[in-house]
């Protein structure tokens, strides 16, 4: 479904106007969003800044729970190309830990749920990107490849060997992008079908999807919040996205493009959702 945020505020926050594909609306409330920006979703929760309070407040318009991470103790630069923030159930910590990286600085900050404490991870290399996977934490540096976020005992970022990592020149955009089964980064400044490269994990190598662009569906987000899946696995997805006005496709016309402010992914929703259980 689409879904708009109004601008007007009440006492209670702000209100989203939901639209299904079978046309029917709707109108809820988002408790904790008077006053603070949305800057991300993440794990099915929107990520809601109060630039006066210092805090955050990640909610989940679903089934309305929320998670405060108050006392930011760092600047917040609230522009898509310089923020990324995740949240992520760590099996080490057993909890949810919420991240935000700082592009400007390359520095990771993160806290854990509960806990008015955050912790600094900072870089002497230029990191793209910041991304949970299967309960990990990946850092992308266009130098070195791929890092690994670990959060215990000991904070730091770990450089995993990779084979064939993407061939990159000074205006390539490395991002990662969402997918419940596989590890994808897109660079962002290529051009439609974009280059796109899959990790496999068993021998740690990394390969192109060019030959295969026609299998996928590509969703790009303001937000840095991507997502590559395959069409023919979702129930009749031509009439589901017939109402989006920013679509392309490749000169054969299979290989489709999709445009939003965000991107709210079901699989995302249903795996925080059964943590939360």
Not at 61 to 80: K, Q, S
Not at 201 to 213: D, H, I, Q, V
Request: charged content about 20%; overall charge positive.
């Amino acid at each position: 479904m689409s879904i708009s945020i109004s601008t007007y505020i009440n006492k209670d926050g702000r209100y989203l106007y939901l639209e299904d594909f079978e046309g029917r609306k709707f109108k809820i409330s988002l408790p904790h969003f008077a006053y603070r920006e949305c800057i991300g979703v993440s794990c099915g929760y929107f990520i809601l800044f109060g630039g006066k309070t210092r805090d955050f407040w990640l909610v989940n318009p679903i089934t309305r729970h929320g998670l405060h991470f108050p006392d930011v103790p760092f600047e917040v630069f609230r522009g898509y190309a310089v923020v990324r923030v995740i949240l992520v159930h760590s099996p080490p910590i057993s909890g949810w830990v919420f991240l935000v990286l700082n592009k400007k600085t390359n520095e990771i900050w993160f806290s854990i749920a509960s806990k008015r404490v955050w912790t600094l991870v900072s870089a002497s290399f230029l990191i793209h990107d910041l991304y949970a996977f299967k309960g990990k934490i990946y850092v992308l540096n266009s130098a070195y490849g791929l890092y690994e976020m670990l959060l215990y005992p000991n904070p730091n970022l770990t450089l995993l060997k990779t084979k064939d990592f993407p061939e990159l020149d000074d205006s390539s955009l490395l991002e990662f992008a969402n997918s419940p089964e596989n590890l994808y980064v897109i660079n962002r400044n290529s051009q439609h079908p974009y280059k796109i490269h899959e990790l496999d994990f068993g021998k740690m190598k990394w390969a192109s999807l060019e030959k295969r662009t026609e299998e996928y569906a590509l969703f790009l987000g303001n937000w840095k919040h991507h997502a590559v899946a395959i069409p023919e696995s979702w129930v009749g997805i031509s009439s589901q996205y017939r109402r989006l006005k920013y679509v392309r496709t490749n000169k054969g016309g299979k290989s489709k493009l999709y445009y939003a402010s965000m991107w709210y992914f079901f699989h995302d929703f249903l795996d925080a959702n059964l943590i939360h259980e």
